[in-house]
T-cell receptor, first 115, second 112 residues
Framework: QQPVQSPQAVILREGEDAVINCSSSKALYSVHWYRQKHGEAPVFLMILLKGGEQKGHEKISASFNEKKQQSSLYLTASQLSYSGTYFCGTGATPVSGGSNYKLTFGKGTLLTVNP | KAGVTQTPRYLIKTRGQQVTLSCSPISGHRSVSWYQQTPGQGLQFLFE???????NKGNFPGRFSGRQFSNSRSEMNVSTLELGDSALYLCASSLVSGEKLFFGSGTQLSVL
């Protein structure tokens, strides 16, 4: 089942903060975050694993609430380069689950940062 | 290090035809996944291949198939094309399943 992202779209001024949420109806083992600029390929930002390990970006942070099956991406002091569509991808099986592992993406959150 | 390469970049086909898309992963990456992207729907998982074996498949009809070669290159085939198959098809590679994905620029397929 596709995770639900909120908000669907957000407009910021440079320097403002934003939070993007990702919620799943399934128990999660991992959450990925990617950013896609218009006409470009999605680019990796962050992986959060069950148990608290976080791997990814220096200037963007994220949280993973395993009990609530939710993740949030925090963008602080936004820059113009942060504009794009943000996707969360959720894994409902352990990363080591081999053939059962599948990443399911949400519909995306369009972030626009204006000067 | 070269990134993920997808060919062709654009394709225009008519209903009923079939199409084959190609993906060359980053050197050393053994996992290749395919996604369909349409406006407002995000990235829909098609399938994943690892060491020439399909490990998982999304909820797409049997007209969508794929394969992976011994050099990890992958192809995706869609037979009997329908108008609704028009989409951006993205390929992504990773060292192993579950690790961060590196996406290609995609193949934009238009079915007329």
């Amino acid at each position: 089942q596709q995770p639900v992202q909120s908000p669907q779209a957000v407009i910021l001024r440079e320097g403002e903060d934003a939070v993007i949420n990702c919620s799943s109806s399934k128990a999660l083992y991992s959450v990925h975050w990617y950013r896609q600029k218009h006409g470009e390929a999605p680019v990796f930002l962050m992986i959060l694993l069950k148990g608290g390990e976080q791997k990814g970006h220096e200037k963007i942070s994220a949280s993973f609430n395993e009990k609530k099956q939710q993740s949030s991406l925090y963008l602080t002091a936004s820059q113009l380069s942060y504009s794009g569509t943000y996707f969360c991808g959720t894994g409902a099986t352990p990363v080591s689950g081999g053939s059962n592992y599948k990443l399911t993406f949400g519909k995306g959150t369009l972030l626009t940062v204006n000067p | 290090k070269a990134g993920v390469t997808q060919t062709p970049r654009y394709l225009i086909k008519t209903r009923g035809q079939q199409v084959t898309l190609s993906c060359s992963p980053i050197s050393g990456h053994r996992s290749v996944s395919w996604y369909q992207q349409t406006p407002g729907q995000g990235l829909q998982f098609l399938f994943e291949y690892f060491s020439e074996t399909q490990r998982n498949k999304g909820n797409f009809p049997g007209r969508f198939s794929g394969r992976q070669f011994s050099n990890s290159r992958s192809e995706m085939n869609v037979s009997t094309l329908e108008l609704g198959d028009s989409a951006l098809y993205l390929c992504a590679s990773s060292l192993v399943s579950g690790e961060k994905l590196f996406f290609g620029s995609g193949t934009q397929l238009s079915v007329l």
